[in-house]
């Protein structure tokens, strides 16, 4: 009997279909990033585990997929490590690589690399699949892929401001209402500190990103549970739940912060790229959001995240500031900031809220259909000169009936039909269908390719 066939859970197959709106999706991001002066580059699927670990946190090591040597991977193992198995002592003995968590870690591992052949300040962007062994749910995947645009080698705010800019082209391009939140690390490291807990700002940070998830009284039972003081816990209560107008909130900030050097330093950062924010009239909306954190250990300024305004899905977007991240590998005191489009979510918003334009799911712009023998030869001509001014175009390759050539193109989203006969052919005038409207008229080869072109 046959095997079933199947793919892993949190991993998809994507239909021509899909891959055309996928490409849609990838195109529009990428114009955007090369019209910001980003430059492209790629890095392997897989990492070395050491590039990768302690990088993300206790809950991003968790979700590293892993790789096991090749060959006999078991050989660096003694049987008493399996009598009281320490899991990551085995894990380091069998796996030396894994799949790759996200696109940020690994450029910074490129620019250290290549640190010689790169002019600083030095603006890539990345569009490429990323692994993490997740629980599949609605909106999160297994595999999926980021678009990430980083900027290195500059302390500018001007890059954030350039960044969050980026974005509301992005989302403005994509015709999605999005809402963009904004904080700054420096400021939740002077809250630790004014609460008495500077050396748990990480578990602060990751619990208060879990706010809008899981609400304020579970975070409050997760900082317990990580060791802060109910008295920390409550001095934090009143901060998270500062509201009002930013004119109302940064002076009730600044008063809760002025003994921190560190957090009114992360005010004022914050209080310039707003400042610039104001004067540039950004499509989608923009907030200033004290409990934005992103669990991310390598943050330490600007904190950026998005979400879709018409649908409860998640981050679609997300970055910030990290002043060091290539200290670790051996460069240190370059700063750089970067933020992350989720494609698959913002694929998953588009195609719920049917914000896809007709022709993104199209493979071929027209379709010619196939009469006989002659009437392919004079097709064939035809197609030479659309393809020729970049038209994709295809005739159907049998004479079949008609209805079977005309389901074949409405199947395929194809949004525009030629019928060249006969009569066609002898008078140089085609008949051209709109199958969207549904509507014929008679073109030249010139108005055929001005109607395309357009």
Same mark, same amino acid.
């Given at each position: ?40 580059? $790629?890095?392997?699927?897989?990492? %070395? &585990? =050491?590039?990768? *670990?302690?990088?993300?946190? /206790?809950? !991003?090591? +968790? ?16 049987? $008493?490590?399996?009598?009281?198995? %320490? &899991? =990551?002592?085995? *894990?380091?003995?069998?796996? /030396?690589? !894994?799949? +790759? ?354």
């Amino acid at each position: 009997m046959a095997q079933k066939p199947s793919i892993p859970k949190g991993t998809r197959d994507f239909s021509p279909q899909q891959m055309n709106k996928r490409n849609y999706i990838f195109d529009t991001i990428r114009n955007v990033f090369k019209k910001y002066g980003y430059q492209p580059i $790629e890095t392997p699927a897989m990492e %070395n &585990l =050491n590039t990768l *670990t302690g990088k993300y946190g /206790e809950e !991003g090591d +968790r979700l590293l997929f892993k790789i096991l040597n090749s060959g006999d991977f078991l050989k660096r193992t003694a049987p $008493e490590d399996f009598v009281n198995p %320490n &899991l =990551n002592r085995i *894990t380091t003995n069998i796996c /030396e690589k !894994g799949l +790759r968590y996200d696109l940020t870690v690994p450029f910074a591992r490129y620019v250290v690399q290549n640190r010689n052949d790169i002019t600083f300040p030095f603006k890539r962007y990345q569009i490429q699949p990323v692994w993490r062994a997740d629980k599949p749910q609605k909106g999160r995947y297994r595999e999926f892929f980021q678009c990430d645009v980083d900027v290195i080698g500059s302390n500018s705010l001007i890059n954030e401001i350039e960044l969050i800019q980026i974005i509301d082209e992005v989302f403005d391009k994509l015709g999605i209402n999005a809402v963009i939140k904004i904080n700054n690390r420096k400021i939740l490291s002077g809250i630790a500190e004014v609460i008495g807990e500077s050396d748990k700002i990480i578990d602060i940070t990751v619990a208060i990103d879990k706010l809008e998830k899981i609400g304020l009284e579970k975070v409050n039972e997760e900082l317990a549970a990580k060791g802060l003081s109910k008295e920390a816990i409550e001095k934090l209560q009143p901060i998270l739940g500062l509201e009002g107008l930013l004119k109302d909130k940064f002076p009730k900030l600044m008063e809760i912060l002025a003994e921190s050097e560190i957090g009114m330093k992360g005010i004022n950062e914050l209080m310039t790229v707003l400042k610039h924010l104001k004067d540039l009239d950004l499509k989608n909306k923009w907030s200033f959001d004290l409990t934005l954190a992103r669990g991310l250990n390598y943050y330490t300024g600007a904190i950026i995240e998005v979400a879709a305004k018409d649908m409860q899905i998640g981050s679609i977007c997300g970055g910030g500031r990290y002043d060091d991240l290539t200290g670790i590998f051996g460069l240190p005191d370059v700063s750089g900031v970067g933020i992350s489009f989720g494609a698959d979510r913002v694929y998953d918003v588009m195609n719920e809220l049917e914000l896809f334009p007709p022709e993104s799911s199209a493979s071929s712009k027209i379709m010619l259909v196939n009469f006989g023998e002659d009437e392919e030869k004079h097709c064939l001509q035809v197609l030479k000169k659309l393809r020729e001014v970049g038209i994709a175009s295809e005739l159907y390759p049998e004479s079949a009936k008609m209805k079977k050539q005309m389901k074949y193109a409405d199947q395929k989203s194809i949004p525009s039909v030629l019928l060249i006969g006969a009569e066609e052919m002898e008078t140089g005038l085609y008949t051209y269908k709109d199958m969207i409207s549904g509507e014929q008229q008679k073109v030249n080869i010139n108005q055929l390719l001005e109607i395309l072109t357009k």
